[in-house]
RNA sequence: GGGCGUUUAGCUCAGUUGGUAGAGCGUCUCCCUUACAAGGAGAGGGUCGCGAGUUCGAGUCUCCCAACGCCCACCA
């Protein structure tokens, strides 16, 4: 167990030790838990279920904290919270895995039929169920894991049967043969979005149709010779002269002897190639638009495996060979008859399937497609009125162009693991129901592809509540879900797909905000990718460097715009830096409470230090609620590290340890470094709740706070209400003041440094204030003779002549002068101040430049002209009086 | 072909109502001062990609160009 023993405290932060211990803390008491009957107002998100089988990268890592973040900020600000965990069951990607593991000893899924193959799927994806949203709790995730989902478990099975058969019913989901993009290797139908498109070197082959009847040719260019026993025409376009007297007749397929008719079509592009294309209806898109319009049929030449089709089309000898050695055999053949007129060096885009990067084949086949124009509609629509609203907004324009373009959506994978169509075709009749229920298994029998995946997790944000049950208390209270956050990569597979769904079923939004942010990077920029070898696992940096540094870092680096990510191992060091202040500033705080008093602070006994950190606290936590709200989370780690660092543990520290000295003030000392440090670790936890909370549990709270954050018998920062703005820490003219200590301190620091004084030789120094700043000196006498070196202050008047060896701090409208005998160097002295003078002059001028633009004063607000104008009268004095001080010294 | 993003200190990047440029790392000096060397103190470092325009004033707004990156469409 973690030591409630202050002074037992390591004095580097043990990150390890107390992420295991605080998150079963958290997990042991339930504090994730959401309570769907809570009056309060809720929160919710869904977490972009993981693929089932999937290892926890760095891009989960990025995704969970910012989710996490708006769940505990939220969660910390009254509202009732709910993070829904899950994984997705991840068709291709799973069924690949599983085939893989076949594979290695030596079978196929055929070899073990459909039924002992989702078996063998199913055991694999509950053995790694677990395995990732386990890895999630590292990142300190606080999901709700009693509510759990799976896309394949049987609430959200439930869901897509429902969603199908309505979508069928309405005549949005449709069966059709038409030309898709199918992966030779998954042996399926992919989707368009699932199909990536890359530069490849090939070549195009310009072949000769002789003919028919008579002597000459029509010359056709091509980048797949293989496809030409599938050919049913050529096409030329209308207008094109060079092909007009051929239009009508026929030629004959080279290789094949099949008569082929010239034909007409707009579709041809005159200047490409020779301006006339073969047209293979089954084995191109274009192809089959351009057959269809001229009542041509198809022939299929290449089959599903990317095999060459033993059909009488085929000649014997290609049979059952792969698309590229045929490829290779029938330029051969081509050469060989005469056929083959030039070959050229061509570059084209080929299309690639992203799971497993294979060449897709278009592919001419029945499938499943559902309707996306009517149902796109009230998507766009939602976007545009602002129902729905992406952060950063450009995503919106993206969104909207995808969405005005769309294209039906082909649903049906030739997969086993998914969700088989509740589609039942007649033994005997051959009859087709669409049912939620599956009729007479003896006379009906089920359709056998699957769903893609998509079609699943496009429920999500609704199939997880419970729906299609409407009156479940988690669809009632949490839908719709809040915020969805995501990386921009699935904007078209995902988000867009929910948006559509949520509506059409749920008539309403399924998120209101979308937060998209950038993708994680290596150092170069490149994208991570396990071939590669340049990822970076988020375990190892959690083990290296804890989870609060992985998570402070990461978000320190999310940008408003979104942008991308680049991180390196090193980088964690920023979050590790951070922790380990965070540790011992609280280390310091708690060894210096040990007799502390169990009450708030007493507003009427702060001193000007004590009011200077409570009115920075103050705007700080104003500050980071406004861009939590605005997702500007990036910007709230810098703001949190520069408030606590430079502010709190710098200065506020330090002078505290001045005012600990001095009995008068030590207790409400305490209890303003209690209170500072309580709100900062409050402000922080969101980003870094470990450390937080393990702090946090060390403070000697007041009775209110203990009570303000309990939950059963425990009370918890993560439960404790986050800080808001207070009227009553509002001190602006004390803030403004602390700037005097922070300017004589410093000045005192450079002379120091400037000069070589030694550390363990204290100054004297000598002040010549004006009436307004004297007060502001005695004031902070003990801040500065502590903090600069100093053993003793005197006042002096101006009149008083300046000792002649000395150094001098022109500081706001006063003097400091600190004797120094035989350690100064006139010289140096007079360089130092010339160099201050310089920055002056140059400031002034800039200013008067204005000044003197009489466009300037006529069209500048008064409040800049007024501001412009002071600033020059101060630059002003302290330039004459350092002027005067070189005069002396030269 | 269309769209988007980026270009600011040696490196990585912040910088939203336009008002004289910031951080982290790195560099140079000094310091183990009883929270922290994963630390403290001081210092140096930028004509904000190029060109023009709007404006009293532009890193910030408009246009052009350049380089790099991404997305969509696609030519057989």
């Known amino acids: 167990m973690l030591t409630r023993n202050i002074q037992d405290l390591p004095t580097v932060y043990d990150a390890r030790e107390t992420e295991e211990n605080i998150y079963k803390f958290w997990e042991e008491n339930e504090m994730f838990k959401a309570d769907a009957k809570s009056q309060k107002p809720p929160y919710s998100i869904v977490i972009p279920p993981p693929n089932v089988t999937g290892v926890l990268h760095m891009g989960h890592a990025l995704d969970e904290t910012l989710q996490d973040i708006l769940v505990r900020y939220h969660r910390m600000s009254g509202y009732e919270t709910l993070w829904v965990p899950g994984t997705d069951h991840a068709g291709i990607a799973t069924q690949n895995v599983v085939e893989k593991k076949l594979r290695e000893k030596g079978i196929s899924r055929y070899d ?11 055991d694999w994806a509950n053995a790694h169920k677990s395995r990732i949203l386990d890895q999630c709790k590292r990142l300190g995730a606080s999901f709700d894991r009693s509510r759990e989902r799976f896309t394949f478990d049987e609430g959200c099975s439930n869901a897509v049967k429902e969603v199908f058969v309505k979508l069928y019913e309405k ?5 059709g043969k038409y030309i898709v993009n199918w992966c030779p290797r998954c042996r399926s139908a992919i989707s368009d979005v699932e199909t990536e498109y890359v530069t490849e070197h090939g070549h195009m082959w310009e072949i000769s149709y002789p003919l028919k009847n008579e002597s000459g040719a029509i010359i056709v260019a091509t980048t797949r010779p293989e496809t030409i026993f599938g050919d049913v025409a050529i096409a030329v376009h209308p207008q094109d002269h060079k092909y007009s007297e051929l239009i009508g007749k026929k030629v004959i397929v080279p290789l094949s002897g099949r008569e082929i008719p010239i034909i007409a079509d707009e579709y041809v592009d005159r200047n490409f190639g020779t301006g006339a294309v073969k047209i293979t209806p089954a084995h ?8 269809k319009r001229h009542g041509l049929k198809p022939i299929w030449v290449i089959d599903g495996e990317g095999k060459m089709k033993a059909c009488g089309e085929v000649p014997p000898e290609l049979h059952g060979l792969d698309r590229y050695e045929a490829r290779e055999k029938v330029v051969g053949m081509l050469s060989y008859e005469k056929f083959l007129l030039r070959t050229r060096e061509h570059e084209h885009n080929v299309g690639k399937c992203q799971r497993c990067g294979t060449t897709i084949e278009p592919l001419l086949s029945e499938q499943w497609f559902v309707k996306m124009k009517p149902l796109a509609e009230e998507a766009i629509a939602a976007v545009k009125d602002g129902r729905i609203k992406f952060i950063p907004e450009r995503w919106e324009k993206n969104y909207l162009g995808w969405m005005e373009n769309i294209r039906d959506w082909c649903i049906s994978r030739q997969l086993w693991w998914g969700h088989q169509i509740p589609a039942y075709h007649h033994k005997v009749t051959g009859e087709m129901i669409v049912a939620k229920e599956n009729p007479d ?32 208390d988690d669809f009632k209270k ?114 210096n409470l040990d007799d502390v008093d169990n009450s708030n602070i007493d507003l009427s006994k702060l001193t000007i230090a004590d009011k200077w950190i409570l009115d920075k606290l103050n705007s700080v936590a104003k500050e980071i609620n406004e861009d939590i709200k605005n997702y500007r989370i990036g910007e709230t780690a810098h703001v949190l590290y520069d408030f606590f660092w430079n502010y709190y543990c710098d200065w506020y520290v330090e002078i505290a340890k001045v005012q600990l000295k001095d009995e008068s003030l030590k207790l409400n000392t305490q209890r303003v470094l209690r209170y500072v440090l309580d709100m900062s670790l409050r402000l922080l936890h969101p980003i870094m709740p470990h450390i937080t909370e393990r702090v946090w549990q060390l403070i000697p709270h007041t009775e209110d706070t203990l009570v303000s954050a309990k939950k059963g018998n425990n009370s918890a920062i993560m439960l404790a209400p986050y800080p ?15 700037e005097l200590v ?67 701090a022109v500081v706001f409208g006063s003097k400091i002068i600190i004797p120094l005998e035989n350690l100064i160097d006139l010289d140096t002295e007079v360089q130092r101040q010339k160099k201050k003078v310089d920055k002056l002059i140059a400031e002034c001028k800039s200013l008067e430049a204005r000044i003197n633009n009489p466009k300037f004063m006529a069209n500048a607000p008064v409040e800049l002209v007024e501001q412009t104008k002071l600033r020059i009268a101060e630059i002003k004095d302290q330039e004459a009086r350092i002027m005067s001080l070189i005069s002396n010294l030269s």
Not at 724 to 738: P, W
Not at 783 to 794: E, G, I, L, N
Not at 796 to 805: A, I, L, N, Y
């Open 724 to 738: 808001v703005y207070r009227e009553d820490l509002v001190f602006t003219k004390e803030a403004k003041e602390m």
């Open 441 to 472: 298994p003896n006379v009906w029998e089920q359709e056998t592809d699957v769903l893609d995946t998509w079609f699943s997790s496009g429920l999500w944000p609704f199939s997880t509540m419970g729906w299609p049950n409407i009156d479940s």
């Open 284 to 291: 191109d898109p274009n192809d089959f638009e351009v057959g």
């Open 112 to 122: 073990l039929g459909r039924e002992k193959f989702l078996e063998e799927t199913w």
């Open 742 to 808: 922070f300017e004589t301190i410093k000045s005192l620091r450079n002379v120091r440094q400037t000069f070589n004084i030694p550390m363990n030789l204290n100054f004297n120094i000598e002040i010549r204030a004006t009436e307004d700043e004297k007060p502001i000196f005695e004031a902070i006498e003990s801040y500065v003779k502590r903090m600069a070196k100093v053993d003793s202050v005197t006042y002096e008047d101006e009149s008083v002549p300046q000792p002649p060896k000395s150094a001098t």
């Open 478 to 591: 949490f839908y719709p879900t809040t915020t969805l956050v995501t990386g921009f990569d699935i904007i078209f597979f995902w988000v867009a797909r929910m948006i559509t769904m949520g509506l059409e079923f749920t008539q309403k939004a399924p998120f209101s905000t979308v937060y998209i942010h950038g993708l994680i990077r290596d150092e170069k920029g490149q994208k991570m990718s396990k071939s590669k070898g340049n990822t970076i696992d988020p375990v190892e940096i959690i083990d290296k460097y804890g989870c609060d540094a992985l998570r402070f870092t990461m978000t320190s680096l999310c940008t408003y715009g979104g942008q991308d990510i680049k991180i390196s191992d090193e980088r964690f060091e920023y979050g590790r830096n951070f922790a380990n202040k965070i540790w011992n500033a609280s280390r310091f705080v708690l060894m």
């Open 171 to 175: 005549g949005l989901i449709y069966k």
